[in-house]
C-alpha cells in the first residue's frame, strides 16, 4: 500500500505541475527547484519543509536523469 501511494503522489504532482504549465514528467517539486535556480519565485523553503530537507533538490536531480535518458532514446 505504501508503495501505491508513493507513485499515486508522484503522478499527482506531475499532473498538476503540467496543468499549470510545467514540463512533461517534471514534479512540483522539480519545477520550483528550477524556479530557484532561475532566481524566480519559487516554494522550496516550504517544500522542503514539509518533506524534508532537499527534497525538492533530489526531484530535479532525479528528473534531470530522467529527461537525459529519454532524449537519449
Not at 512540483?28 to 528550477?34: K, L, V
Not at 527534497?55 to 535518458?69: A, D, F, N, T
Given at each position: 500500500?505504501?508503495?501505491y501511494c508513493y507513485k499515486l503522489a508522484i503522478a499527482t504532482s506531475i499532473f498538476f505541475n503540467v496543468l499549470i504549465g510545467g514540463r512533461n514528467n517534471q514534479?512540483?517539486?522539480a519545477r520550483n527547484y528550477q524556479r530557484k535556480l532561475d532566481s524566480e519565485k519559487n516554494l522550496c523553503h516550504g517544500i522542503d519543509?514539509?518533506?524534508?530537507?532537499?527534497?525538492c533538490l533530489e526531484c530535479w536531480q532525479r528528473w534531470?536523469?530522467?529527461?537525459?535518458?529519454?532524449r537519449d532514446e
Amino acid at each position: 500500500m505504501h508503495v501505491y501511494c508513493y507513485k499515486l503522489a508522484i503522478a499527482t504532482s506531475i499532473f498538476f505541475n503540467v496543468l499549470i504549465g510545467g514540463r512533461n514528467n517534471q514534479t512540483f517539486s522539480a519545477r520550483n527547484y528550477q524556479r530557484k535556480l532561475d532566481s524566480e519565485k519559487n516554494l522550496c523553503h516550504g517544500i522542503d519543509y514539509i518533506l524534508g530537507d532537499d527534497h525538492c533538490l533530489e526531484c530535479w536531480q532525479r528528473w534531470c536523469i530522467i529527461k537525459q535518458v529519454l532524449r537519449d532514446e
